[in-house]
């Protein structure tokens, strides 16, 4: 079977590139189109790349069934969520591609999955990009 990034560990980020694309996510989720708009200008085409990176380490933990011969287990409730989170983003006419599509699907897997009762997503967020800045520090070490 190939690899995917279900079943082979995903590589740790760049500490900068952490960096960037949570600045980017916060700011959507802020609705502060200015500061977006900076973060992509100073990233340059990359920022996709980031996003995609972001939605895969924020998505995959948290979709990953396991499969007990094909029997429902404790987390067969995320798909229906997951389905329910997409159906919402179709009708809104978000367009999953773009930088603010990604942005916002992450923002919105936040709060629809992540959070308790649509709790604080901001701070879910900052958690995120937290581990994300641990991992990334882990893997590539500064030397002074």
């Known amino acids: 079977m190939p690899e995917n990034t279900v079943t082979a560990p995903l ?6 590139d952490v960096a960037a694309a949570f600045a980017y ?10 500061t977006a708009c900076a ?16 939605a895969a380490r924020v998505f995959i933990p948290i979709t990953a069934v396991d499969d007990r011969d094909g029997e429902p287990c404790a987390h067969s409730f995320l798909a229906a969520a997951l389905g329910r989170l997409l159906l919402e983003l179709l009708c809104h006419g978000v367009c999953l591609g773009g930088l603010p599509g990604i942005a916002d ?4 897997f ?31 070490p500064t030397t002074a």
């Not at 996510?25 to 200015?34: F, K, V």
């Not at 973060?39 to 972001?54: C, F, N, Y």
């Open 105 to 108: 699907t992450i923002t919105r």
């Open 39 to 54: 973060v992509a200008d100073d990233t340059g085409p990359e920022l996709h790349r980031l996003l995609l990176d972001v």
């Open 110 to 140: 936040t709060e629809n999955i992540l959070t308790e009762d649509h709790g604080d997503v901001a701070d879910v967020l900052r958690q995120l990009e937290a581990a994300g800045m641990k991992q990334a520090m882990d893997a590539h």
């Open 25 to 34: 996510i916060r700011a959507m989720q802020a609705d502060d189109i200015d």
């Open 11 to 16: 590589a740790p980020m760049e500490p900068e």
